[in-house]
């Protein structure tokens, strides 16, 4: 069973940075979709970035490209979101998903994934 935990999260002020990890076990074979989504209170949940385990191309929401960065952290199973100039409309709990197999053209949906971590909370004030 795949099991994920977001760190990372806080509070900062417009315009500062934040970097998020997903830490994942339980992953059996194959290459997974690590997939990094946010949600506010009364929104669907948003896809921000997405990555393949196995190397390739990172995706992000048009909303987050350019400031967000996406990558293998150092130690083994784990993704880093380094978050920079952050807005008040990024102030979200921000959550990893994983799921093996995700069509390109699905990547940033939450509906695609079954696993998923319990959140991290990122603050950012005006």
């Known amino acids: 069973q795949v099991q994920l935990v977001e760190a990372g999260g806080g509070s900062v002020q417009a315009g500062g940075s934040l970097t998020l990890s997903c830490t994942a076990s339980?992953?059996?074979?194959?290459?997974?979709?690590i997939g990094w989504f946010r949600q506010t209170p009364g929104k669907e949940r948003e896809g921000v970035s997405a990555?393949?385990?196995?190397?390739?191309?990172?995706y992000y929401a048009d909303s987050v490209k350019g400031r967000f960065t996406a990558s293998p952290g150092d130690a083994q199973n784990t993704l880093l979101l380094q978050m920079n100039s952050l807005q008040p409309e990024d102030m979200a709990m921000y959550y990893c998903?994983?799921?093996?197999?995700?069509?390109?053209?699905?990547?940033?949906?939450?509906?695609?994934?079954?696993?998923w971590g319990p959140g991290t909370q990122v603050n950012v004030s005006s």
């Open positions: 339980g992953f059996t074979r194959g290459d997974y979709c």
């Open positions: 990555i393949y385990t196995g190397g390739g191309s990172v």
């Open positions: 998903a994983a799921e093996p197999r995700v069509l390109q053209s699905t990547l940033l949906q939450s509906s695609e994934y079954d696993s």
